[in-house]
């Protein structure tokens, strides 16, 4: 069983940045796919970015397109989250979560692990 931990959130304000950190636990880190999502109060949960085994592809949301970049160290069982020119609208709880065959890398469905996530709150 794959444990997730995310850290890193916290209070920001508009234009600053943060770094989300996930940890893997559990499995064969580098034979996972990662993705971030996060999820605001009264929303539906939002892809926000993919990194493959290799981190040879990333995929991003389109609102956080240019901003965010997802990357990955396998030698330490950890992806990131990189946030630069944070807004208001990207207050929410970021999810890290991993899956080894994902038909559709935006689809939280088909993830098998997720981490309990971490807030991030942007103040503007």
């Known amino acids: 069983q794959v444990q997730l931990v995310e850290s890193g959130g916290g209070l920001v304000q508009s234009g600053d940045s943060l770094r989300l950190s996930c940890a893997a636990s559990?499995?064969?880190?580098?034979?996972?796919?990662m993705g971030w999502f996060r999820q605001a109060p009264g929303k539906e949960r939002e892809f926000v970015a993919f990194?493959?085994?290799?981190?040879?592809?990333?995929e991003y949301g389109d609102s956080v397109k240019g901003r965010f970049t997802i990357s990955r160290d396998n030698a330490k069982n950890t992806v990131y989250l990189q946030m630069n020119s944070l807004k208001p609208e990207d207050t929410a709880v970021y999810y890290c979560?991993?899956?080894?065959?994902?038909?559709?890398?935006?689809?939280?469905?088909?993830?098998?692990?997720w981490g309990q996530g971490t807030q991030v709150t942007v103040s503007s």
């Open positions: 979560a991993a899956g080894r065959f994902l038909s559709d890398v935006e689809n939280p469905s088909f993830y098998d692990f």
């Open positions: 559990g499995g064969t880190f580098v034979n996972l796919l």
């Open positions: 990194v493959s085994w290799s981190a040879d592809v990333t």
